[in-house]
């Protein structure tokens, strides 16, 4: 199996690659899947564009990042440009699946507020972890949009054209996170394991000599860590616990140095020092910040 990784440079390419009539224009096209079927070896593809999917999967697999996903229900899918695709054809050697595809380039964009505000959706960034699962009306008000944008891109283009379809973009992404953030809330067998997940590494982590040599983990590495992006992960602790990444990280130092304050007889700058904090007043701050009390009043009230 190749690892070998395909780029698709322009929406011409695609749509040549794929068997498609020319784009209507060069920066945005609107696809129905009923008319893709692809043959071949499993192949990771790359593209220059964004790409929002809308899909069914009948034969095959698709990969997005790390993830596969269950198409047997509508699902939404968002990749920005340059993340990996990996195309995986059934045992036939073919993938089909009905639904539709948006790809847009970002020059698309240039000089309106959505080009200067994409980058904010989080879920082009979420390094393709966490997919849209939707319900059946979620599905009906989004092939709406996906209508509308198709009929617009199928009428002669005129100067009011190019402002329609990226209004209807920004009114799909607009839905997205509100379906999004209702996901959050539903699915919560997943995100209780992402919790359970950033709980024990986070353990493991404090336990290990990676503390004191290398400091608090920033957001950034527990996200890699757990495959999700730091803005994803950020939003879902907010959602089940209201704590950000950042005081969740510090939430778990906390109870740490109580623990260490109450059962050693380390100093204050000891402990900072096994923290990883370079001065022990960085870690009194934090402490009282915390818990309203410096970390030498709460060792007195076990004395």
Not at 120 to 125: C, L
């Amino acid at each position: 199996m190749s690892k070998n990784i395909i780029h698709v440079s322009s929406i011409s390419e695609y749509n040549r690659r794929n068997g498609l009539l020319k784009p209507q224009h060069p920066l945005v096209s609107v696809i129905n899947f009923a008319d893709l079927a692809y043959t071949g070896e499993a192949r990771n593809v790359t593209h220059s564009f964004y790409c929002i999917a809308l899909k069914h999967l009948r034969e095959g697999k698709m990969k997005y990042g790390q993830q596969e996903y269950d198409f047997d229900e509508g699902i939404l899918a968002f990749i920005a440009p340059n993340q990996v695709l990996r195309i995986e054809p059934s045992a036939n050697r073919q993938l089909q699946h009905s639904g539709w595809l948006l790809i847009f380039h970002p020059d698309f964009l240039w000089g309106t507020t959505l080009g200067n505000k994409i980058r904010q959706y989080d879920f082009f960034g979420y390094d393709l972890k966490e997919a849209l699962h939707l319900s059946e009306n979620e599905e009906n008000i989004l092939i709406s949009i996906f209508n509308n944008i198709n009929q617009e891109y199928q009428s002669t283009i005129d100067k009011f054209s190019l402002n329609v379809i990226i209004a209807q973009i920004e009114l799909l992404l607009t839905y997205s996170e509100r379906f999004y953030q209702r996901q959050f809330i539903t699915r919560k067998k997943s995100n209780h394991t992402v919790l359970t997940k950033l709980d024990n590494h986070l353990d493991d982590y404090f336990k290990s000599q990676s503390l004191s040599l290398n400091g608090l983990p920033t957001v950034k590495d527990v996200s890699s860590k757990l495959n999700l992006s730091p803005n994803y992960l950020s939003k879902l602790l907010k959602t089940l616990t209201g704590k950000s990444t950042q005081e969740f990280i510090h939430e778990k130092l906390i109870q740490l140095a109580k623990e260490k304050l109450s059962t050693t007889e380390l100093t204050v700058n000891e402990i900072a020092y096994e923290f990883g904090l370079e001065y022990s007043q960085s870690f009194s701050k934090l402490f009282k910040s915390k818990t309203g009390v410096s970390p030498t009043q709460f060792r007195s009230l076990f004395n």
